[in-house]
């Protein structure tokens, strides 16, 4: 009996846990993130196409990196892209991935990038691929 129920406790919590996720439903979308569902249902062929379409805005530079000094110009942010906990370098790395092998694409501010990679250039798009 103690058998039995060494078996059926890890296995009844195992169900209880995967009924969870399963109620949950997929990742939602929002200003901040794409998820593999709306890249779907676009129809494009990459990752930038994804992103020119379905968020045009994490194209543009909006972020200044600092004030500009006398004589000098105000520089703007670059977007850049980070994959595996990488920086692949420009919004040009977007048109190497596929789009059917995409999870995310998940937008991050300056700051945010800056937290989680370190000091950077700028904004970045985080690529999270499907294993």
């Not at 569902?37 to 990752?47: L, M, T, Y």
């Not at 006398?70 to 370098?89: C, K, L, P």
């Not at 059917?100 to 800056?114: C, F, K, R, V, W």
């Given at each position: 009996m103690s058998t039995m129920r060494r078996?059926?406790?890890?296995?009844?919590?195992?169900?209880?846990?995967?009924?969870?996720?399963?109620?949950?439903?997929?990742?939602?979308?929002?200003?901040?993130?794409?998820?593999?569902?709306?890249?779907?249902?676009?129809?494009?062929?990459?990752?930038?196409?994804?992103?020119?379409?379905?968020?045009?805005?994490?194209?543009?530079?909006?972020?200044?990196?600092?004030?500009?000094?006398?004589?000098?110009?105000?520089?703007?942010?670059?977007?850049?892209?980070?994959?595996?906990?990488?920086?692949?370098?420009?919004?040009?790395?977007?048109?190497?991935?596929?789009?059917?092998?995409?999870?995310?694409?998940?937008?991050?501010?300056?700051?945010?990038?800056?937290?989680?990679?370190?000091?950077?250039?700028?904004?970045?798009?985080?690529?999270?691929?499907?294993?």
């Amino acid at each position: 009996m103690s058998t039995m129920r060494r078996v059926l406790v890890p296995l009844c919590a195992a169900m209880l846990i995967a009924s969870s996720l399963l109620a949950q439903g997929p990742v939602k979308s929002s200003s901040t993130l794409i998820t593999a569902q709306e890249i779907e249902r676009s129809g494009v062929g990459n990752a930038f196409e994804a992103v020119q379409l379905l968020r045009p805005r994490w194209l543009k530079a909006r972020e200044v990196l600092h004030l500009p000094s006398e004589g000098t110009d105000m520089r703007m942010s670059q977007i850049r892209v980070y994959m595996d906990d990488r920086d692949m370098g420009d919004v040009d790395f977007l048109r190497t991935i596929p789009a059917d092998q995409i999870y995310t694409l998940h937008y991050m501010s300056t700051n945010e990038a800056g937290a989680r990679f370190g000091p950077s250039a700028g904004p970045g798009i985080v690529v999270t691929l499907m294993r």
